[in-house]
């Protein structure tokens, strides 16, 4: 039996951000923990425009080509990480265009969060996102990760070094994804995995 898919959507596309260092140190924890095949999926290299389908979503009648390879992208993945960071205590604008852009592809997935700032760590992001990922039938996973003052973190070849405080929640939160994942794909259906 194949391994659930684990797709890490990097929601920062800012020059200089720390959101690609902290997803890559969450693939090598998610990679190491050993129960997904692991992808990155950078928003910036993505680099959807605002929202320019004419139809709704649910509909997938998707007329732009940037549309269909998100969705062929989303529709793979059978959980999600969203590693954000907190913009005026909300998660940023690029992300709720990619979320909002399609519907069904999302469908009965578990989403964790991988959050990071100064001293609220992201976590305002986090509760407001978790309303939209419900909205769109995921399941937000209590289980989560917060890095604040994630700059104190990141090393000067701009890698993130965790503490264990880090590691033990990523591993926590990888825990119930594997759990969740698979009982959900029952309920996607016969192609659900």
């Given at each position: 039996m194949s391994k659930p898919i684990l797709q890490i959507i990097v929601a920062s596309t800012r020059p200089g951000r720390v959101g690609l260092p902290v997803a890559e140190w969450f693939r090598d924890r998610a990679v190491a923990y050993g129960a997904f095949e692991v992808?990155?999926?950078d928003l910036a290299e993505v680099d959807l425009p605002f929202m320019n389908e004419p139809h709704h979503p649910r509909l997938r009648q998707y007329v732009h080509q940037h549309t269909k390879e998100w969705s062929t992208t989303v529709e793979r993945a059978d959980a999600y990480v969203f590693v954000t960071p907190e913009y005026n205590h909300s998660f940023n604008a690029v992300l709720k265009n990619a979320l909002d852009y399609l519907h069904g592809?999302?469908?009965?997935?578990?989403a964790g969060f991988v959050s990071y700032g100064g001293v609220s760590a992201g976590t305002r992001a986090?509760?407001?996102l978790k309303q939209v990922v419900s909205g769109l039938k995921m399941l937000p996973v209590v289980e989560a990760v917060t890095i604040p003052?994630?700059?104190e973190f990141v090393d000067e070849d701009?890698?993130?070094r965790?503490?264990?405080v880090m590691n033990q929640a990523a591993d926590a939160m990888l825990a119930e994804i594997a759990r969740t994942a698979p009982a959900l794909g029952h309920l996607r259906g016969p192609e659900g995995r």
């Open positions: 992808e990155i999926v592809e999302w469908q009965y997935k578990p986090v509760q407001m003052f994630v700059r701009g890698r993130v965790p503490n264990d």
